[in-house]
């Protein structure tokens, strides 16, 4: 699909003029087409609304997954979006809920229980959605790890733009072909993907 008929969130902050701040990004507001494609919804009245205003009736913050300055200052900004993104990856990576009151105090919070273990391959390992039965590659784990790590900084100016996390996205899923491709026989393609 052309990108001015996806809004994705990176389309939303870096084609967009001006840059459109979502304000609203999770797992609910995004719906998969029949081949499996997301698409993003809810991109168009949150926008509209003034942080001050729209602060008052958001759900994000109490769900777990708005940024740290979100919740201190009420101001949506690029940088709180992509930290929503990067609470739908860490959802994506364990299948927790960004907040669940019946897990015990110090694991309610995602991101917070997450974050410390996200460089320690070990713990990481643990952590990953056990319905995953180990079919990832422990280098893509490793690496969709760092790029989540990067998301959820608490210091939205260390946090990259999102045209950076999809392109490291997309650089892992062709690693994962080429790796693919290679064990079974068919590395045809391999140099490609490596130069």
Known sequence: MAADK???VRYLHEVCSPSVVHKNFNSTNILMDAEL???LSDCG???LIPNAEYQ???HNQSSGYSAPEVSMSGQYTLKSDVYSFGVVMLELLT???PFDSSRPRS???LVRW???QLHDIDALDKMVDPQLQGLYPAKSLSRFADVIALCVQPEPEFRPPMSEVVQALVR???RAKMNKRVLAGDDRDAHDYMF
């Open 6 to 8: 996806d809004p994705s």
């Open 37 to 39: 494609n997301p698409h």
């Open 45 to 47: 009245l949150a926008c």
């Open 56 to 58: 008052g009736a958001h």
């Open 95 to 97: 299948g927790r809920k």
């Open 107 to 109: 694991e309610q919070y």
């Open 114 to 116: 997450a974050t410390p």
């Open 172 to 174: 892992l899923v062709q």
